[in-house]
């Protein structure tokens, strides 16, 4: 599919005004949005043609914007086919805050901050412009890696009404709960509707609720005029106070109590993350003039007003002014009477009278009044003058006295500000990339600039403490290197049951550390293999032991030749008992040691490790069996060690191994309890 001469890559989403494509420029191979309008269906033909260029004057207006939070226009066009319009827009990946705010995704104060503060910085730079938006909405709102924030739809609000109705004025551009209320009344927009909108989206996104909500647009449109927010403090106490005072100004029903810019709002949040109170509003003659828009279809047309026609009479005059007086209509001209002798002239179009001539007949009128013609006492005549004189400098006194001296332009603060700004931004990209050194030493020279910043103190604070967690973690892998080394070198010697604790202690310190995870099995094995060894020779002796003692040895009492015989058998050697260990452990470090009399007969970890594209510890279950010496009365020693758990459990129990018997013992750990079990069966 192809819409002029972009391929159609695949739909990104539906909207009242069409369908937005993802599509492909074949010129340059640039990805970009196809938002597709589309013209009313019963539209005529002058009514299509005034669409258009609409549709061509705000398209062409919005692509002139060019700003880092602005969605940029790239092209426009119409597809011949189909007869749809279509604007090429720049391909931006990411989520708007609309689905932000329904998903539930957490937004810090910080950041909600600063995505408004960006959005008021772009719709500035298109007020300046001549551009007002009257649809700033979360659905238009784009959040990119970064916290980086874009606005779109520039201009569409405008075009979306012609194509919804071509012919019909002072419709709603906009969505009505984020409409200011001139736009609801209908009168004429600037860039403070703007800000009233994007004041909105900042109380949505500080309450997760809509200022003015309502089951109707009726309802929706009168709260919006007529009634005041709920205080941001009533719906979630923790929000800071200095967003009540930033809301409260934005959301004024007068949008001459409104901030007058967007760049005024920026500084006002910006001031608030910085842990600062914003600015006070400044006097409106100390205010930046309000950007005026471009657009003068909104504005109401002057109704002019003709000024009465005068006789050329002073009688005619007054009588024409008494009669406007009373009923409000213009008196129609008298016209004047024909001289003797003269033949009256045919009725035709009456010649408008010349402007010099009613010039002079007004002043003749006016000097004809009997107050022109007393006279005034010198005295008196100086008097009212002096009067109005001192009336006049009184004023100009006043009103200087009443005026702030203007402020000056502070240079080195605004460098000290930037300064600060630059660093601010420097220390958090630091530490989003994992270097809390390096973001330290930015925050720390910022905590210079800004001693009284609660925010800079408080990520100093948290900075020094990762500091100090990396210091300690370097000296606990230095002591785990150490002890490695230490069982590497016991290890070569042979001596593996002494290295099994120094591998132990260098697992513990590092539990990442493979290489001691490694020998510690070595060791194990090497260990076990060793009691195996003792335990196969110490069954050979008993075996040679009981096959010499198979014969009976006979033995007789007494001394007389004659007297009877009493024969004795020694007893064979004694079979060895089966202990089976058993333990039941979810976690996946640590390792369980049993020890019976003298002789260790399980040293198990309690994991085991996968490999693959990520190597990683699994728990695993433990089942070993041992034969042991019989014994009436056999002390078994039980050693449950758990590094993350913080677990070290030794029991001593005292158990009847009988000869040939089977015993099992079992050892299950709970870690939510923190409790271990030991049992024989």
């Not at 009404?161 to 001139?182: I, W």
């Not at 109590?257 to 100390?286: C, S, T």
């Not at 009212?384 to 006043?398: D, P, Q």
Request: charged share 25%; net charge positive; proline share 7%.
């Amino acid at each position: 599919m192809k819409l002029g001469r972009y391929e159609v890559v695949r739909e990104l989403g539906k909207g009242a005004m069409g369908i937005v494509y993802l599509a492909k420029d074949p010129l340059i191979g640039r990805l970009v949005a196809l938002k597709t309008i589309r013209a009313s269906a019963h539209a005529d033909d002058d009514e299509t043609k005034e669409f258009q260029q609409l549709f061509v004057r705000e398209a062409q207006a919005a692509g002139i914007l060019n700003h880092p939070s602005i969605v940029t226009v790239h092209d426009i066009g119409q597809d011949e086919a189909s007869g749809m319009s279509f604007i090429a827009m720049e391909y931006v990946e990411g989520s708007n805050l609309k689905e932000m705010l329904s998903q539930g995704r957490t937004l810090t104060y910080e950041q909600i901050g600063d995505i408004v503060a960006q959005i008021a910085e772009a719709v500035d730079f298109a007020h300046s412009k001549g551009i007002v938006h009257r649809d700033v909405k979360p659905a238009n709102i784009i959040l990119l890696e970064g916290n980086r924030a874009k606005i779109t739809d520039f201009g569409i609000a405008k075009i979306a009404s012609g194509a919804a109705n071509l012919t019909t004025t002072g419709q709603f551009l906009g969505t009505p709960n984020y409409m200011a209320p001139e736009q609801i009344k209908g009168a004429a927009v600037d860039g403070r509707t703007d800000i009233f909108s994007l004041g909105i989206c900042l109380y949505e996104c500080l309450t997760r609720r809509k200022p003015f909500g309502g089951d109707s647009l009726t309802s929706i449109s009168y709260k919006i005029v007529h009634e005041s927010f709920p205080p941001l403090g009533e719906i979630n106490p923790q929000i800071p106070e200095a967003f009540e005072e930033i809301v409260a100004q934005c959301l004024a029903k007068d949008p001459a109590k409104r901030y007058q810019r967007g760049k005024d709002l920026a500084a006002a949040l910006r001031a608030v993350i910085r842990g600062e109170r914003p600015a006070p509003r400044p006097e409106p003659f100390l205010a930046d003039e309000t950007v005026l828009t471009r657009d003068t279809a909104d504005r109401l047309p002057t109704v002019e007003i003709p000024f009465p026609q005068a006789d050329d009479s002073p009688q005619a005059m007054g009588a024409g002014t008494n009669r406007v007086a009373a009923s409000g209509k213009q008196p129609a001209a008298a016209a004047p009477a024909p001289k003797s002798g003269t033949a009256p002239r045919k009725p035709g179009p009456a010649a408008a009278p010349a402007g010099p001539s009613k010039v002079r007949n007004t002043l003749t009128n006016v000097r004809a009044l009997p107050l022109w013609r007393s006279r005034i006492h010198p005295a008196i005549f100086l008097g009212i003058s002096a009067l109005l004189v001192a009336s006049l400098l009184g004023a100009v006194v006043t009103i200087q006295r009443s005026n702030p001296p203007i402020p000056t332009v502070n240079k080195q603060e605004e460098a000290r500000r930037a300064h600060e700004r630059q660093l601010r931004m420097e220390g958090n990209e630091l530490l989003r990339q994992g270097r809390a050194a390096d973001a330290a030493v930015k925050f720390e020279e910022l905590r210079k600039l800004a001693p009284t910043s609660p925010f800079v103190a408080g990520m100093s604070e948290k900075l020094s403490a990762i500091r100090q967690r990396e210091e300690v973690n370097k000296q606990q892998l230095a002591q785990a290197q150490q002890k490695l080394d230490e069982g590497i070198a016991l290890y070569n010697a042979r001596k593996f049951e002494e290295s099994i604790p120094v591998f132990e202690a260098a697992f513990q310190l590092n539990p990442n550390n493979q290489s001691a995870s490694s020998y510690l099995k070595l060791a194990q094995a090497e260990v076990t293999k060793a009691d195996d060894a003792r335990a196969k020779a110490r069954q050979q002796r008993l075996a040679q032991q009981q096959t010499t003692s198979a014969t009976p040895t006979t033995t007789r009492s007494g001394n007389q030749p004659g007297d009877g015989a009493h024969q004795q058998t020694q007893p064979a050697a004694s079979t060895p008992a089966k202990v089976t260990t058993i333990v039941n452990s979810p976690v996946a470090d640590g390792y369980v040691q049993v020890k019976v009399g003298a002789t260790v007969i399980v040293h198990e970890n309690l994991f085991e490790e996968r490999r693959g594209l990520f190597r990683r510890n699994q728990p695993r279950l433990v089942n070993v069996t041992r034969e042991v010496p019989a014994a009436n009365d056999a002390e078994v020693e039980i050693w449950l060690i758990v590094p993350s758990q913080k677990l070290n459990d030794h029991r001593v129990l005292h158990q009847r191994l009988e000869a040939g018997g089977e015993h099992k013992l079992y050892i299950n750990y709970d870690p939510k309890a923190k409790r271990v079990d030991v049992r024989f069966e």
